[in-house]
């Protein structure tokens, strides 16, 4: 093999990632080749006829599968999200790797679903937003000197174009330090400790304790469908091919089982899952039938999800709207008051 062949795969290996919507049609791909018996290696030639130019990509994948053993190690190359990832490591065990194929090419449409919504609905107004951000600053600097009203005349609305710009910069600096102080919690606290503190936060932390619960019970309903005791599931989620939160909740189940705690008293003291997971486990345990109720359970919750988020999503627009009309009264009232004070004393 040549130097400029190497550069070209190291390239590849390095920069090159499927586009969210390639990565949608080969899971899809993916899961009806190994529903209709196709193996791995064959379904990855498959990809290399359909993508040419992402060719070079499918055969990285499959080299590594060959070296390694490990799917998730081949499928990690085509850029696939961590918490995706996992899914096929948990699949390798349980045995349904289609149905995790499936099952992440929902998921990632799901999202692209939302993603375009909120684009969609967010669009208009930031523009507006924006633009009326541009006026507040032209304003403020050009048309209020210009008018000389002495600063006790000011009424409210000219006050509030007056000092809009130190109030835009406080927000700004509040939203930057907001998001650095979560970024270095992620940094310096473990998986459970930093999705602790994102569960707490209003609107979104709801949203977050959906996802974790309905993530981790349908994992877990898989593993147990397919026969796999609880103390092999916690090995697996110990394996470093997991999560960092999925790690990190085999090493707790794993320390409550040497004290011989159950695992349902574990999830009722972790504040990132819903209240609602520890008693569904308990309730399994004693029926027997933990598997079908965790997986019924996953599904409800991540039907709950999608709602909730669109539902916010059709929240958001009107919301933005609001404070636009407000502010555009703010501006009228500015600069149309004086003059109407003027017009008074003139008459």
Request: proline share 2%; hydrophobic share 50%; charged share 20%.
């Amino acid at each position: 093999m040549g130097r400029r062949e190497v550069q070209l795969k190291l390239k590849l290996k390095n920069n090159h990632k499927l586009s969210l919507q390639q990565q949608v049609n080969v899971t899809q791909l993916m899961s009806d080749m190994l529903e209709n018996g196709f193996s791995f290696q064959e379904s990855m030639s498959f990809l290399c006829l359909i993508y040419e130019s992402d060719a070079e990509l499918f055969k990285q994948a499959s080299e590594k599968v060959m070296e390694s053993g490990s799917i998730t190690q081949g499928v990690a190359l085509i850029g696939l999200k961590k918490q995706y990832i996992a899914q096929l490591y948990l699949s390798e065990h349980h045995g349904d790797l289609a149905g995790a194929f499936f099952r992440i090419a929902n998921q990632l449409t799901d999202y692209q679903k939302q993603r375009k919504n909120l684009i969609k609905v967010l669009v208009y107004p930031i523009m507006l937003l924006v633009f009326l951000i541009g006026i507040l600053f032209l304003m403020k600097f050009v048309l209020l000197p210009s008018m000389n009203v002495e600063k006790e005349n000011q009424t409210l609305a000219m006050a509030l174009i007056n000092n809009f710009p130190y109030v835009f910069l406080v927000l700004l600096l509040i939203g930057l330090l907001c998001y650095g102080v979560i970024v270095s919690h992620r940094r310096n606290h473990t998986a459970i400790a930093h999705y602790s503190l994102l569960t707490r936060l209003p609107i979104v932390g709801k949203l977050i304790k959906l996802y974790l619960t309905s993530y981790m019970a349908h994992e877990w309903g898989k593993l147990l469908a397919h026969g796999i005791e609880l103390t092999g599931i916690i090995s697996i989620m110990e394996n470093e091919e997991n999560t960092l939160l999925m790690q990190e909740m085999g090493s707790a189940f794993q320390k409550s089982a040497l004290k011989g705690e159950a695992m349902y008293d574990v999830l009722a003291a972790c504040p990132i899952f819903l209240p609602g997971f520890s008693l569904m486990v308990r309730q399994g345990e004693r029926k027997g039938k933990l598997s079908e109720e965790l997986l019924m359970y996953s599904n409800k919750l991540w039907e709950e999800l999608l709602n909730k988020i669109e539902k916010l999503t059709n929240y958001l627009q009107p919301t933005i709207f609001l404070f636009v009309a407000v502010m555009i009264i703010a501006v009228y009232a500015a600069l149309l008051l004086p003059i109407y004070e003027n017009i008074e004393v003139f008459t």
